[in-house]
C-alpha cells in the first residue's frame, strides 16, 4: 500500500485528510506534536494510521523523523500551519518571524528530509496553499505573506524535482471550516493585545470593520472534506495539477481576481475586509 506522511494532523484539514486518505488504502504518517492528538487518530482508524510526534520547527523533531518514517514513502503533505493576524505597521517582528517559521521554513524542512525518500519512490510532494495566496488582504497580510512564499517556493520545487519523476501540487482552499477559522476572533484579539495603544487608535476603526467580516467568513467557510479530497487526486492522478483550487466559488474568485484591475480589487476587498474610507 502507499504511504505519505501529513504534517499537522491533529485538527482540520490535516486530521480529515489523514482519515480520508485511510479510507482511501494508504498507511498515513500522521505528524502531531501532541501523543494524545495521536492517539485520537489511531483511534479513528487502527489498521492504517501510525502517529510521529513532530513539531516542524523543532529541529530536535526534524532530526528524528526520518527513523519514524518506513525505508519507502511515497508522499508528503505538508499541512501544517499558523495564522498570525493584525496591521503590518503593529505586527511584533517576533510573530512574522513565527509566522514564516512554521508556514515557509518549516514546509522546506520537513520536504528536505523526506525527499531522499520520494526520489527513490517517484513519489509526490503536496503543499497546503490557500487563495490567500494569490490575493493579499488588509490585518492578514503576515498570513497572505507566507503562503504568497509558500507558492513561490513551490513552483521552483516543482521544476528542480522534475528529472526525478517527484511531482509538486499546490492546494488551493478559501475559508474552510477548521479551528483556524473557527478561531478567527480569538486571533485577532490576541493581535490587538500586541499593539501599543496608539496603533489601537490608529486602526480601531480597522479592527472593527475586520471583527464584523469574521461571521460572514465563518458562514460561508467549506467542508475540510474538498480539501482532502483534493489532496487524494494530487496524490494519484497521472498527471497532477500544479495547482487544485477547491470548490467553485473560490475558482471564481481566483479567476476573477487575476483580471480585475488592482484599484477595484483593492476596493472590493477594502469593504469586505471593513477598511474605513478616512482615518
Known amino acids: 500500500m502507499p504511504s505519505v506522511l501529513v504534517t499537522g494532523a491533529a485538527r482540520g484539514i490535516g486530521r480529515v485528510t489523514c482519515l480520508h486518505l485511510a479510507a482511501a ?8 506534536r501532541r501523543e494524545a492528538d495521536g492517539d485520537a487518530l489511531i483511534a479513528a482508524a487502527p489498521e492504517r494510521v501510525r502517529s510521529v510526534r513532530l513539531d516542524i520547527t523543532s ?16 508522499a508528503v503533505v505538508n499541512n501544517a500551519g499558523v495564522v498570525v493576524g493584525g496591521p503590518i505597521e503593529g505586527l511584533p517582528l517576533d510573530e512574522l518571524r513565527r509566522q514564516f517559521e512554521v508556514n515557509v521554513v518549516g514546509q522546506v524542512a ?8 520520494l526520489r527513490h519512490s517517484r513519489g509526490r510532494v503536496v503543499l497546503i496553499s490557500s487563495l490567500s495566496g494569490r490575493v493579499s488582504t488588509p490585518m492578514t497580510g503576515a498570513y ?7 507558492e513561490g517556493i ?36 490576541h493581535a490587538v493585545a500586541t499593539l501599543s495603544p496608539e496603533q489601537r487608535r490608529l486602526y480601531a476603526k480597522h479592527i472593527a470593520g475586520f471583527r464584523k467580516s469574521i461571521p460572514l467568513s465563518q458562514r460561508i467557510a467549506s467542508s475540510p472534506d474538498g480539501v482532502a479530497a483534493a489532496v487524494e487526486r494530487a496524490l494519484t492522478a497521472r ?10 466559488a473560490p475558482k471564481a474568485q481566483a479567476a476573477l481576481s487575476a483580471v480585475t484591475p488592482t484599484p477595484v480589487l483593492d476596493a472590493v476587498l477594502r469593504k469586505a475586509t471593513g477598511v474605513p474610507r478616512r482615518p
Open 25 to 32: 488504502g494508504w498507511d498515513v504518517y500522521a505528524g502531531v
Open 59 to 74: 529541529a530536535a523533531d526534524l532530526a528524528g523523523l526520518s527513523d519514524l518514517l518506513p525505508a519507502s514513502l511515497d
Open 110 to 117: 520537513v520536504t528536505q528530509t523526506v525527499l531522499p525518500r
Open 144 to 150: 497572505n505573506a507566507s503562503k504568497f512564499a509558500l
Open 154 to 189: 513551490a513552483d521552483a520545487l516543482r521544476m528542480e524535482l522534475r528529472p526525478w519523476g517527484v511531482r509538486v501540487s499546490l492546494i488551493e482552499p478559501a475559508q474552510t471550516d477548521t479551528d483556524l477559522w473557527q478561531e478567527a476572533e480569538a486571533t485577532l484579539e
Open 239 to 248: 498527471r497532477p495539477r500544479a495547482r487544485y483550487v477547491v470548490g467553485a
